[in-house]
């Protein structure tokens, strides 16, 4: 380019100005990601962004349980850590919440009917009284600790494992793989006819597929429901299945699909169809043998759309498929957890992450195919 | 791992039907009509007559699947919206007089309308700069890939990435939502950013125009690049500055690509429901036409009428696009 | 090996343009016939119907005596070149070359024989295993052509198929392309060119088309010595004829006109007495206009107005006082004429052409 020899200044703004937008578009991700593996308690106490460092958390602890106290020179003692196994440094403590910070580590505190309770700054604490200490629970502690930061896959164990979310990414794939498979076929096909093959009605069928492009899909979900309660009593198998989410998405996929393959299909050079027909091929010869190799980049690039579109499609997932552990996929999931824990962040960010790991995995291994088929359906 | 199983057979045989389908009616018809080793005058009948047989066989399952699932809908939820809730009993104009008689359709419409002017200029306006600034630079092949990025993100996934900005806690809290944290930051007082009335609709456009502003950017920049050199340089001989050269040479050379770059988001624009429906389900004012739609469709056991009268409007929103697209194809058909 | 005949056929678009009119041609088995013409002037038409990859809209075509006009390509017997060799981009060239026989379910080893045998002919053999983009624009060429002879085809067809290449590639070539006729004497080829030196030089006969209609068949010198009307002598020969209008003074065994520029010039042409007095076209090539010496009887007169000096010859391009047109003679050599002299011009009676009002030649031989 010419222009870029204006002189540095210029090319410094542009630098610092697409550095602005990238840190813009990319932020939201990262601090998702970051806070999907912080600890859950820091999590809800602090920004991700201080993640790295050491943060002040007001926290409370519950002490063993009168149970299990031990006689010691004449007192009843009950020792244990409020840290646990964690690392930090506890700065100040209370007993009641309306007090929470009244002494700093390693005073000691009066507390009812003669019970001393005394916190180290390492976290050890002491309750101690010269009378056997009565009840089932535990003494609260509420202590103010510098914690460094905490890192752990926790989150993503218990996704996986008690909310439902491995379960609902086979799914996901179950619905996902041929969903993206059956309409390139079908479309295929379709595309080398209304290229290639000469037959009354072609145009219309071109304008007709250029047309259904840009139809709502919610214009089809009242009417395909009921047939779908129709078919579905027919076979005796309910509306909610496998496969009719298969066609459901095939069909939505469809007028994309044939819009594409055709584009690049017909961009094919005739004389090699024409090579082929003298050779002695016939059509399906030639769309087999010829058309299929020769398309796989528009295929590809088709294949990724639609595997990115109905892994994260929500809407056809919840007409069409169950609610029930066996159909839910990931989208749906995540949107439960949306309502039902909408509080708990640990689990909101590690499934949420989960979800968008496949999508962004086929993005960055596949851009090349994607950008190119956005630019056969888009530029001519 | 018995599901995956199942699913796994399910999957190769539904690819397997799909693929034995054309391999077989293709034989078929060969077996029928052979072409080879007959007398040349029964070849040219039989060739005649399978060379206007084969394009529907290549065509059938697309049409059939195509008439079932978009055609025949558009046509039933027209005859729909002149049905009761159950699509049994004729109700005339009733859901029509309903909907132009309530409250949510017009915020529901005003909210569409400001998301039909606002993301489609937004995500083309970022995206004709990005990909103008990092045609220049070294490293923006990576810019354009972090960019990109959202495209992969489903809208329920973006949700949840913005509520997590969008946070709010009240008073002296810290504050973990990064919105809130920079307003503070400076001095400002947190706000709950997405129940505030209005206001509220732009902060949810923001995700979207956040997911296409990449869309936009590969389209356009492939468009940019394009633009023969000879016509920059001209132009720099010619004595214009930077700024001229791009919106008087180079902007007016993709005014087509804008035009598709900005139709396709905008249909997407009319599509728009999952964000909405994650974020504030249609509260605080932020209803679509699209979640309205799904809303009637079952709340309550479903009102299939009300549903399809919402669908309707939403289908005459798009149908000016449909024509023009069309119109696009056919000229460019008509070039070949 | 066969022969083609065309009987009144036809072409007519579905919006009822008429692209061909009744083309009647034979071929005789072991003929390389060229097909030329200006562009859109049908002759690519002409080559497809042949093949089958266009529909015959009216008339016969037959191959070997067999009328072929709905039978398809592939069972026609013939093999076809085309302009962009139409490689399959996929395959080897082996494949390429094996496609044909794959498809038609010939036994392995007898396609391999086949293959082989073309790629030595073609010296391809080293290639065999390389994607046609491994390949350079000649080699591509050859593979393309060899895909053709290992159908063992009665008819081969060429679709312009050097236009292509550069030019040292395409004499190269098309010299590689006479002996492969040379070396199958039985197989007849027909050939499409808008180039006229591939038509003079591959040629045994040429077919000249333009807008559908066949001007004139014959051989390359038949058309360059006798042109039936003025497209074709226009056509044929570079720099083209000069075709100067004229009236017919008398006629005769020997014809007298007199040209726009006044001069009267006697040809060895008859005509009949009907002819009298009616308008003409006057015909000279280039080449065959001398500068007259002192004594002579100049045909023409005028002042040189422009001169391209080529090393191997000089064209002199005169404004001759109540012509339109210039006049161009091409003399060998370098001379030593200049910008503005005077010129007179004489040429050979013989060599002289005479058409009528209607642009048909007086010739009738």
Redesign the interface.
Same mark, same amino acid.
């Given at each position: 380019m010419v222009i870029s020899k204006k002189g540095s200044a210029l090319t410094a703004v542009v630098h610092l100005t697409v550095l602005f937008l990238v840190v813009m578009w990319t932020i939201p991700t990262a601090g998702l990601f970051i806070s999907s593996i912080r600890d859950k308690d820091q999590l809800s106490t602090s920004g991700w962004w201080t993640a790295l460092s050491t943060s002040e958390q007001r926290l409370v602890e519950r002490a063993a349980s009168p149970e299990s106290q031990t006689q010691e020179n004449g007192l009843w003692v009950i020792r244990g850590n409020v840290l646990g196994d964690s690392e930090g440094e506890v700065t100040r403590f209370g007993s009641s919440s309306l007090k929470p910070e009244d002494f700093a580590a390693g005073e000691t505190a009066e507390l009812r009917r003669g019970i001393r309770l005394q916190v180290m700054a390492n976290g050890d604490y002491e309750i101690s009284s010269e009378t056997e200490m009565q009840g089932r629970r535990g003494q609260r502690i509420f202590y103010t600790a510098e914690v460094p930061p905490r890192f752990t896959l926790d989150n993503y164990r218990e996704v996986l494992g008690a909310e439902g979310l491995g379960k609902s990414f086979i799914n996901s794939l179950t619905v996902t793989i041929p969903a993206t498979i059956i309409p390139i076929l079908i479309a295929a096909f379709a595309a080398y006819a209304l290229a290639w093959m000469k037959f009354p009605g072609r145009g219309l069928l071109i304008a007709a597929v250029v047309g259904l492009l840009v139809v709502p899909l919610q214009m089809s979900l009242i009417p395909l429901l009921k047939s779908y309660n129709v078919i579905g009593e027919f076979f005796g198998v309910g509306a909610k299945t496998y496969v009719g989410i298969w066609l459901a998405h095939t069909g939505f996929g469809l007028p994309l699909a044939i819009y594409l393959l055709r584009n690049y299909i017909a961009g094919l050079p005739g004389e090699i169809i024409e090579s082929a027909r003298v050779d002695g091929a016939s059509d399906f010869d030639i769309f087999r043998k010829i058309i299929l190799p020769l398309s796989f980049p528009a295929l590809a690039s088709f294949a990724i759309f639609q595997f990115l579109w109905v892994w994260n499609d929500l809407l056809i997932a919840m007409v069409f498929l169950g609610n029930n552990e066996d159909q839910l996929v990931m989208t749906g999931q995540l949107r439960e957890l949306l309502g039902s824990r909408g509080g708990n962040w640990e689990i909101l960010t590690a499934s949420a992450f989960i979800t968008i790991i496949i999508p962004l995995c086929v993005f960055f291994g596949l851009q090349r195919y994607l950008v190119r088929g956005l630019l056969a359906g888009s530029v001519k | 791992m018995g599901q995956l199983a199942t699913a796994l057979v399910t999957m190769i045989l539904g690819v397997l039907a799909c693929a034995a389908y054309f391999y077989g009616s293709n034989a078929l018809l060969d077996l029928i009509f052979p072409g080879k080793n007959r007398p040349a005058s029964e070849i040219a009948r039989n060739l005649r007559i399978s060379n206007r047989i084969r394009p529907w066989l290549f065509l059938g399952p697309a049409v059939l699947i195509l008439t079932f699932y978009l055609f025949y809908p558009v046509v039933d939820s027209l005859r729909l919206s002149f049905f009761g809730r159950t699509g049994e009993e004729f109700v005339g104009l009733s859901n029509y007089t309903w909907l132009f008689g309530s409250e949510e359709f017009y915020e529901s419409f005003r909210n569409n309308m400001l998301w039909l002017i606002f993301v489609p200029t937004a995500a083309t306006f970022f995206g004709l700069v990005i990909a103008t600034m990092t045609d220049r630079i070294w490293w923006g092949n990576i810019a354009k890939s972090l960019i990109f990025m959202p495209m992969a993100i489903s809208f329920i996934g973006a949700s949840v990435i913005w509520k997590f900005i969008y946070d709010y806690r009240s008073g002296g809290d810290p504050q973990i939502g990064l919105l809130n944290a920079i307003v503070v930051f400076f001095g400002g007082d947190p706000q709950p950013w997405i129940t505030i009335p209005f206001w509220n609709n732009f902060f949810l456009m923001i995700i979207l125009v956040w997911i296409q502003t990449g869309f936009a950017m590969v389209i356009l920049s492939a468009a940019l690049r394009g633009i023969p050199d000879e016509t920059i340089e001209a132009a720099v001989l010619d004595g214009a500055n930077g700024v001229q050269i791009f919106f008087k040479i180079m902007v007016p050379q993709i005014w087509g690509t804008i035009a598709v770059v900005w139709t396709t988001i905008t249909i997407l624009v009319l599509k728009v429901f999952d964000i909405v429906l994650a974020m504030t389900n249609g509260q605080w004012g932020t209803q679509v036409l699209a979640n309205q739609m799904f809303d009637w469709m079952f709340r309550g056991g479903g009102d299939f009428g009300r549903g399809a009268v919402v669908a309707i409007v939403i289908m005459v929103l798009v149908i000016p696009i449909m024509v023009w697209n069309i119109k696009r194809a056919n000229a460019e058909m008509e070039g070949r | 090996m066969a022969d083609v005949k065309l009987t009144n056929v036809k072409k007519v678009y579905a919006n009822q343009v008429e692209v061909m009119r009744d083309i009647n041609l034979d071929i005789k088995q072991g003929e390389f016939i060229v097909f030329v013409g200006p562009s859109g002037c049908g002759k690519s038409t002409l080559l497809r119907m042949i093949?089958? +990859?266009e529909e015959i809209s009216g008339g016969t075509l037959e191959i070997d005596g067999? !009328? !072929?006009?709905? $039978?398809?390509? /592939? +069972?026609r017997g $013939? *093999?076809?070149v085309?302009? /962009? &060799? *139409? +490689? &399959?981009?996929?395959m080897t060239v082996y494949d390429n070359m094996a496609?044909?026989l794959q $498809?038609?379910k010939v036994a392995k080893d007898d396609i391999d024989q086949q293959v082989r045998k073309a790629a030595e002919m073609l010296q391809l053999t080293p290639y065999l295993d390389r994607l046609p983009k491994a390949l350079s624009g000649g080699q591509r060429q050859r593979v393309a052509i060899g895909?053709a002879i290992v159908?063992r085809p009665k008819v081969f067809l060429f679709d312009e198929p050097l236009s292509n290449l550069d030019a040292a590639l395409r004499v190269a070539t098309r010299m590689e392309i006479a002996n492969l006729k040379e070396s199958m004497p039985d197989s007849t080829m027909i050939y499409v060119t808008h180039d006229q030196v591939e038509a003079m030089t591959l040629a045994d006969r040429i077919v000249l088309l333009s807008a559908g209609n066949i001007e004139q068949v014959g051989s390359p010198l038949a058309l360059y010595e006798r042109p039936e009307n003025v497209f074709v002598a226009k056509f044929i020969g570079a720099p083209a004829m000069n075709i100067i209008p004229c009236t017919v003074q008398s006629t005769g065994d020997h014809t007298e006109v007199s040209l726009s520029s006044g001069q009267a010039v006697t040809l060895p042409i008859k005509t009949a007495s009907s002819e009298q007095g009616k308008p003409a076209h006057f015909g000279v090539r280039p080449e065959h206009l001398d500068i007259a010496g002192d004594g002579d009887a100049a045909i023409l007169e005028g002042e040189v107005s422009f001169i391209e000096s080529l090393g191997e010859a000089t064209l002199l391009y005169i404004a001759v006082p109540g012509m339109d047109d210039m006049v161009i003679a091409k003399q060998i050599g370098t001379i030593p004429t200049q910008r503005g002299d005077k010129v007179r011009l004489v040429a050979n009676p013989e060599r002289l052409h005479l058409f009528d009002e209607n642009e048909q030649s007086y010739r009738t031989e």
């Open positions: - | - | 093949s089958g +990859l067999q !009328v !072929v006009n709905d $039978i398809p390509p /592939s +069972l $013939i *093999a076809m085309f302009q /962009s &060799y *139409a +490689l &399959y981009p996929h496609f044909s $498809i038609a895909r159908r």
